[in-house]
């Protein structure tokens, strides 16, 4: 386990108090907005910033214990810093980059040259120097030079920060064989919930100083805590799902999870392959029967497990599934309509258009899904099986 145990009070009126654990294995992100101190967390992992009082151990190894004066050199904690900015040696070519990386080394090399040039795509740019990449090399180039060091942990600071949407989408294919090609457990902060999605297992989810939640990410996203990290709109509930069919014609795939299936846009992955949905809560409506004549195509049945009263109209109802839960966001209004209240059977109705599948291995869909253009006109006339009503042409 990775455990963090640290208090910091900083003369600029911040003070930081966050204790959590993490697995030592796969990606825990550490998610807040601006100023919430994830990034003075993992300067204390590095050992650049000293808490006040705490403790920090990677495993067996104990970083830091300020009450028994322990305070591991930051040589000595093996970890690998990957910054906003990729902090290359500009006089130096990408492979001599990558070599001083090796060099620092103190541990027999487990992860070998070739495999890490290969698994970042960074072979054909071995010769050039730092200023004629661009952004997304250089990052890719500032990570293999991480990974040569041989860390048994590695840090990752926002690393696609400085990138553009396009740049962005380049290098998370990277970072996702890194997850999964690598046993080397990382630690990535970010205030992008689109990359912890995509890359995260474990979520510790931090507000000015302190840690609000932390835990696997599908637990953590759902929580009511996060409302002040995520918005309203953007809380929601997250599936680990499989693909099991693909529609092509109708650009439609099937994922199933522990509670049934779900109908959404076609996910770039193939059948069997784990996908993640994400549903927001807003996107879930709910009816007392079973909804015939609607549109919306995914319908789950379930009961009402508490109701939430939020701020203005708002009221967050969440429904239990047979195995799990999911949110639904309505109005004050709707509940009064209804008479909704606990343990009342209800469906949870959500347009497949609003799921949001991507995968936590590879990528599926880079982009926020676009509603088909007039072109697919004809898939749609074939879910129809007769031409539209006037204008919809
Ligand atoms: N060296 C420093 N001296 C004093 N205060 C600092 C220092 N570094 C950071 N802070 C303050 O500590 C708080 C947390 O900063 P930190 O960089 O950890 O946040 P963050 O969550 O990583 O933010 P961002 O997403 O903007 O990088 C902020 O209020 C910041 O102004």
Redesign the pocket.
């Known amino acids: 386990m990775i455990e963090i145990d640290v208090s910091l009070a900083?003369?600029?009126?911040?003070t930081?108090t966050a204790q959590f654990t993490a697995p030592q294995s796969g990606v825990t992100a550490?998610f807040?907005?601006?100023?919430?101190?994830?990034?003075?967390?993992i300067?204390m992992v590095a050992g650049s910033?000293r808490p006040d009082q705490g403790q920090i151990r990677v495993g067996d190894e104990v970083f830091l214990d300020m009450a028994k004066g322990i305070d591991l050199p930051i040589e000595k904690r093996r970890v690998g810093y990957v910054f906003q900015d990729a902090r290359l040696f500009p006089h130096l070519s990408v492979d001599n980059n990558l070599r001083y990386g090796q060099r620092r080394a103190r541990h027999a090399h487990s992860i070998g040259f070739e495999a890490v040039v290969d698994m970042l795509g960074i072979g054909h740019l071995l010769k050039r120097r730092p200023h004629t990449l661009s952004g997304g090399e250089r990052q890719r180039v500032a990570i293999g030079r991480a990974l040569l060091a041989q860390p048994r942990l590695l840090l990752m600071?926002?690393p696609l920060a400085s990138l553009d949407e396009q740049r962005k989408l380049e290098i998370l294919p990277y970072l996702e064989r890194l997850r999964d090609d690598l046993k080397v457990p990382i630690l990535y902060?970010s205030?992008s919930i689109d990359e912890v999605l995509r890359l995260a297992d474990t979520v510790a989810a931090?507000q000015d100083?302190t840690v609000l939640a932390c835990g696997p990410l599908a637990d953590v996203l759902s929580r009511p805590e996060l409302l002040p990290v995520l918005g309203r709109f953007d809380l929601g509930t997250i599936f680990d799902c499989v693909v099991k069919s693909h529609d092509a014609d109708l650009s439609l795939s099937t994922i199933t999870f522990a509670d049934g299936e779900l109908r959404v846009p076609l996910v770039d992955r193939p059948v069997g392959a784990p996908v993640r949905a994400r549903i927001r809560s807003r996107d879930v409506s709910l009816s007392l029967s079973r909804p015939i004549d609607v549109s919306v195509t995914n319908r789950l049945a379930g009961t009402i497990g508490s109701l939430r009263r939020e701020g203005g109209p708002y009221v967050n109802v969440e429904v239990k599934l047979a195995n799990g839960k999911l949110q639904s966001l309505v109005t004050l209004e709707s509940v009064d309509r209804l008479a909704l209240e606990e343990g009342m059977p209800v469906w949870a109705m959500i347009k497949a258009v609003a799921v949001d599948s991507r995968s936590p291995t590879f990528p599926v869909q880079n982009e926020p899904f676009n509603p088909p253009s007039h072109s697919a006109g004809p898939n749609l006339r074939l879910v129809a099986g007769r031409s539209l009503p006037p204008g919809l042409e």
């Not at 807040?32 to 967390?41: A, N, P, Q, V, Y």
């Open positions: 900083r003369n600029t009126g911040f930081l550490l807040g907005r601006s100023g919430s101190g994830k990034t003075t967390i300067q910033v600071d926002e902060v205030h931090l100083g």
